[in-house]
């Protein structure tokens, strides 16, 4: 065992940089200040002490073990200065972090114009309704500002700092390999995708897609899906529209109703049941997939799932694709975040011992949905399990998100 405590030596694998949009365009780049300026509306709704804090000047606040596991938002300290961060996480007995996007989720949306919903029918009325191109290009320039900011970031702190690039709807996939060829040359040592939309164009299983797979497999680069990452896969937004789901505030990235929060987790199910069924796992052994900020409630059933069809009906035909149970694949290969204290994280340990390597710590700080002191309450919660599954969930299971 190792002999520093164990929460002084956890593995967090989420993350987020959460600056205020007056500081984007100094963070980021010009298109971020545009950006900013376009997005506000949005932000200003949310609140003061959110997102929107205009007197803010500088990630100032003071750095104490009480303020990381407290303050919240914009406000907490090493929130967007990521040197700062580093301290934040000295404070926290954090190793390492995978950082994930905040300025650059609205990228995306207006990337994804199709799959973005009401929110990027908004932002394009406020740019002056441009053409679906470019919005488009715009996106895909604010995604290159937020992925130099990445280069920079990682290289402050490769074995500690892992901030997430994002890749760019590809056009093919040579494109697609080649962003990511590119980003991990660069340093970038961890990719998001967008998980609801095919890949390329293609199923993920397609054997067209091997050269991707093969390639982040072979650099360790693991592929991450994560909440707001998943434009496109509900095509309608009447779904949500009724009485019982008018958006009230409560959270921006897990959505503002409980239609939304219920079914965050479709989309990257849908995902790995194609990537484990079509045998991407068994041709890629060494392929790391993260599913993080989705919960983790729907793991479980989904390897029941899976491993019910692959020894029935669909049995001999599975057996010329897959070696293995679809759920070891699972095992192996994926790992996924709880929602801390909303879900009962340890039953999932207890019920499916097979899975226990694939539940990770997450703090998903600075947000608010990460929860306070949470590094004590989940060790109380999962104490009673005993040693090794603390080990796992803190510590072990996390780094294969971050080799």
């Known amino acids: 065992m190792n002999a520093v405590p164990l929460l002084e030596r956890t593995i967090d694998v989420d993350g987020h940089e959460f600056a205020p949009p007056h500081l984007w365009g100094e963070i980021f780049g010009p298109v971020a200040a545009r950006l900013a300026d376009i997005c506000g509306p949005f932000i200003q709704a949310m609140g003061e002490d959110y997102i929107h804090r205009p007197g803010q000047s500088a990630d100032d606040a003071a750095m104490t073990h009480e303020n990381v596991w407290t303050l919240r938002h914009t406000g907490a300290p090493g929130a967007f200065d990521m040197r700062r961060r580093l301290e934040a996480m000295d404070l926290m007995g954090v190793r390492s972090q995978l950082i994930f996007p905040s300025y650059g989720l609205w990228g995306q949306i207006l990337a994804t114009p199709e799959g973005g919903g009401a929110i990027a029918n908004a932002l394009r009325h406020f740019l002056g309704n441009p053409s679906e191109a470019e919005t488009r290009a715009l996106g895909f320039a604010a995604t290159d500002e937020w992925n130099d900011w990445c280069v920079r970031t990682t290289a402050l702190a490769p074995d500690r700092l892992r901030p997430v690039g994002m890749l760019k709807a590809p056009r093919d996939v040579a494109d697609l390999v080649g962003q990511t060829r590119d980003l991990v040359a660069r340093g970038v040592r961890a990719l998001l995708i967008n998980s609801g939309e095919p890949p390329a164009g293609l199923s993920p299983a397609a054997p067209e897609l091997d050269p991707f797979w093969a390639f982040l497999a072979e650099s ?101 694709t897959l070696s293995l149970p679809p759920s070891a694949y699972l095992a192996r290969n994926v790992r996924v975040t709880p929602h801390n204290i909303v879900e009962p994280v340890a039953q999932f340990f207890t019920r499916y011992p097979h899975l226990a390597d694939c539940y990770c710590y997450s703090t998903d700080y600075p947000h608010l949905e990460g929860g306070r002191h949470i590094n004590r309450k989940m060790h109380d919660l999962l104490a009673p399990l005993g040693e090794t599954v603390l080990e796992r969930y803190f510590s072990a299971n996390g780094q294969w998100l971050l080799p």
């Open 220 to 320: 360790e680069v693991p592929l991450m899906a994560h909440v707001g990452s998943d434009l496109g896969f509900i095509a309608s937004a009447a779904w949500s529209e009724a009485p019982a789901f008018a958006p009230r505030k409560q959270s921006f990235e897990l959505g503002f109703e409980p239609y939304s929060f219920a079914t965050l987790h479709l989309p990257v199910e849908h995902f790995l049941t194609v990537m484990v069924l079509g045998g991407v796992f068994e041709r890629h052994p060494r392929l790391r997939f993260g599913a993080i900020e989705l919960g983790a409630h729907w793991l479980g059933p989904l390897a029941d799932n899976l491993d019910m069809w692959a020894t029935t009906i669909f049995a001999g035909r599975i057996e010329d």
